[in-house]
């Protein structure tokens, strides 16, 4: 399986973590804000992907792996379980060569008054995207998303 933790930790390790992004937040579908940051810590952000990582033996029974290869040569290896204590439901690394060009993860979990759904797209050298949704029993859902586009800096 792959580490989502080591995954990060050696992206950092070989490139920088501070970039000049174009960073927007979104509360509640409404109204986006977007602003231009020169020296923005995408580390800061991406480190809770380790929070995902399914890779420990704890969880190595509990989940379906499914790979592919298109005809491009891009490989999609998913990680997929039912089990709703897992770090994640869902994990998608998409690797062409021995380059992880892209990594999604899907989690979902619920109790009797609230759920949380967390979407992370990593499009690794280009950005990512954060969205996280809770919905608190009665209560209307509260939708927080960020998307962060690294930008070249010449």
Do not use: C
């Amino acid at each position: 399986m792959i580490s989502v933790s080591q995954l990060v930790d050696s992206f950092f390790i070989q490139n920088d973590s501070v970039r000049a992004v174009m960073k927007t937040l979104r509360v509640n579908e409404g109204q986006s804000e977007s602003k231009d940051l020169e020296n923005y810590n995408v580390y800061e952000d991406l480190r809770v992907l380790k929070d995902y990582d399914v890779s420990v033996p704890r969880w190595a029974d509990f989940f379906e792996i499914g790979q592919t290869v298109d005809s491009s040569g891009i490989e999609k290896i998913e990680y997929k379980t039912e089990h709703e204590k897992a770090p994640a439901q869902e994990v998608v690394v998409y690797r062409a060569k021995d380059t992880i060009r892209s990594v999604q993860i899907r989690s979902h979990r619920s109790t009797l008054i609230s759920s949380q759904k967390v979407d992370v797209d990593w499009m690794i050298g280009e950005g990512y995207r954060l969205r996280n949704e809770s919905k608190l029993l009665f209560q209307k859902p509260r939708v927080f998303q960020m998307d962060v586009d690294y930008r070249i800096v010449k």
